[in-house]
Structures are given as C-alpha cells and as structure tokens.
C-alpha cells in the first residue's frame, strides 16, 4: 500500500452508511495513535469530493460523494505524512478552583487520597492534548490527566453544570462550554468563552491545553486580556 514510512496506519476501513467510511486504529487514548488520525485527516479532507473528516481518539470518520468501494480504494492507497508530534495550537486557560465554582474538589481529593492543593497541582501540571470535540458543540475531551487524579464520573448526573465549569471523568478532563447536564466531578471553573457567536471552537483536536490557577477577584482580567480571534 502507498503509506510513507512512519504513519500510523489505521487497522481497519468500514462502510458507515452509503457515503462514509469510518477508519479505525487501536482503541486506547495514544496521541501517537491521534498523530494518525490527524495525518489521515489533513491527507484526505481537501480531496475533491470529500465533504468531512471527524476525527474521534482512534477513529476518522469521513463523509463523500460517489461509491464506498472507490473511496476506500483510494484512501487504501493514498500517501500520508505524518504530522509532526505538535502540530495544534498551544492555550493556557485560567481555572478559578474550589469552592462554589469547584463543587467537587473536596470530594475528589478525598476519594484520592490528596489535598485539594495537590489536585490543583496535579491538574495544572501536565500539558493536555485535545484528542476530540464532542458531546457539545466545543466540548474538548483532553488527557491524559495524571494517574492520582483518575476518577469516576457521578453516580448521580447533575441535571444542570453551568457553563464553563472544568471537570474530571476517568483519565480525561474538560469544559463545559454551555449550561447542560453532566457527570463529570467538577473542580474549577474557566471564565473564557468556548465557542463564539459565529459558531467558531476555541479547540481543536490535536490542540494542546495548559490550566493555570487564578483566584476569583482575577476572573474578569482573564476574560479582558484574552486574545481569542473567536471573541
């Protein structure tokens, strides 16, 4: 097959419906397995005829006009170079958390046996990647969050998470960018807008996410020096 040395390749092409196919690489979060997709996706969505990619963790999912079996021909044989290992955009969002804003910082710290400090520290430290949006329009699943802070999601989903508010479910962590119901333990709260009135995403997948902590009297100066192009 005409892959360059280096992609990772996808393990399999499905018919997904009668104008998409749904290319599929291991199952686990791996940004070399993202580095993949992403290759795949710049490679493909300028194609003549194609009319999306959505890439997922480990999935892309690409919509087109014509027969199945001439695209996956097609992809089967086409050229990917891989992407470098960053290639999205680098933004450092502000997390007020705790309190009234963290409704559940306490209950993670005590479930993991930490200080609310040391989950502020540990969820601050890494640099995330954005492997997907989904479940809202915005809505940036990013990880891996460090293994201390590894928890469940709510038994009991909360019918109402106000917008903005930072959660954590498994080994990913997110914002909420509008009022919804939700599960994930929420931990801090982030001032800036996620999605703009044109319709524009702050993220993207393969963007890369660094929190840092502010306190509450600083809220209203993080949204004022903020230089999204989307506000």
Request: net charge neutral; charged share 25%; proline share 8%.
């Amino acid at each position: 097959m005409g892959y360059l040395e280096g992609v990772r390749k996808p393990r399999s092409i499905k018919d997904y419906g009668r104008q998409a196919l749904l290319l599929e690489w291991e199952q686990r979060i791996d940004p070399a397995i993202l580095r993949g997709v992403l290759s795949y996706a710049t490679a493909i969505e300028h194609l003549p005829g194609i009319a999306s990619c959505v890439p997922a963790y480990a999935s892309l999912l690409v919509t087109f006009s014509g027969p199945s079996k001439v695209w996956r021909d097609r992809i089967y044989t086409l050229e990917v170079s891989e992407l470098p290992e960053v290639a999205g955009a680098l933004h450092r969002i502000p997390v007020c958390y705790g309190g009234t804003h963290g409704p559940d910082l306490e209950h993670v710290a005590e479930e993991r046996g930490l200080r609310p400090a040391d989950v502020i520290r540990l969820h601050t430290r890494p640099t995330y990647l954005v492997y997907l949006l989904g479940f809202r329009p915005g809505f940036a699943f990013m990880g891996k969050v460090d293994d201390r802070l590894r928890i469940s999601r709510r038994e009991n989903p909360r019918p109402k998470v106000p917008a903005g508010a930072v959660g954590l479910a498994g080994s990913q962590t997110g914002i909420y960018p509008e009022s919804s119901p939700g599960g994930w333990q929420l931990i801090g709260y982030c001032p800036l807008p996620l999605v703009s009135a044109g319709g524009n995403t702050r993220f993207k997948a393969g963007d890369r996410v660094k929190f840092y902590a502010v306190e509450e009297d600083e809220l209203a100066d993080a949204v004022k020096t903020d230089t999204w192009p989307g506000n």
